[in-house]
């Protein structure tokens, strides 16, 4: 299968699914990663390209460790709106990657950028295979699965899914290792909330993995909830 995992922000999708895509990626499934944005607020002291062009090569690295490829749509952080052409740049990008599975956030998140990323990943699928929706990539005859990947902390998630990500658990950390341009925006944007110590970037991740292993019986796990009801009828397992 072709699977594609999209986030509003560079790091997003190896936080929250960056086990199972490398995983998928063992498999042998063809595996892309995308944001939405640039991540270019994402710095106390850098120029906004410049911390772009930061973030945009953290992401394209984080994903080599799978031998995923990355894009970035290149919309400025927090500052996403939906219109006619970020539909459509969403549809060619699905429709480049000829997505089998697509992996986002969940609708309710924290963050404006990722939940117009997941209603608009929802709202797409079926457009995918519509030819007389004109993109630079030609439609194809599939409507993708779209699965939702927890958000952080996971407020309000109700899972259907669980995915053994013991194996892959040091991948992911590696992954998101990239990322070191968050952990300093982290430090520097939210040391109030987060305390004067330095805080383990990866601590809360490992720790929902272990809770998400506890429940299915293993180590480590990443959870998703499937984005319709209807999908539970698949005659196939679409993760791995």
Not at 79 to 89: Q, S
Not at 143 to 156: D, K, R
Not at 216 to 233: I, K, L, P, T
């Amino acid at each position: 299968m072709n699977i594609l995992a999209i986030g509003a922000h560079p790091d997003d999708v190896e936080s929250s699914c960056g086990g199972t895509l490398a995983k998928y990626a063992k498999l042998g499934h063809k595996v892309f990663t995308a944001t939405a944005t640039n991540g270019n607020v994402g710095s106390a002291t850098l120029p906004m390209e410049e911390i772009a062009a930061i973030r945009k090569e953290e992401a394209r690295r984080a994903a080599a460790h799978i031998g995923a490829e990355y894009i970035c749509l290149d919309y400025d952080d927090e500052m996403f709106f939906e219109e006619k052409a970020a539909r459509l740049a969403f549809i060619d990008l699905v429709r480049y990657c000829k997505a089998d599975v697509i992996l986002t956030h969940s609708p309710k998140d924290y963050n404006p950028d990722h939940m117009l990323t997941s209603k608009i990943v929802t709202d797409i699928p079926v457009m995918i295979p519509v030819e007389k929706i004109k993109t630079h990539s030609p439609a194809y005859d599939k409507i993708p699965l779209v699965v939702y990947f927890e958000p952080v902390h996971s407020i309000g998630f109700e899972p259907t899914e669980w995915v053994d990500i013991s194996e892959e658990m040091e991948t992911k950390i590696a992954m998101m290792s990239e990322h070191k341009s968050q952990v300093l925006w982290m430090q520097d944007n939210y040391k109030d909330s987060l305390g004067d110590e330095k805080k383990d970037f990866f601590e809360g991740f490992t720790t929902l993995a272990k809770f998400r292993g506890t429940q299915c019986g293993v180590e480590y796990a990443e959870a998703f909830r499937m984005a319709y009801d209807a999908y539970r009828v698949v005659p196939y397992r679409v993760l791995p």
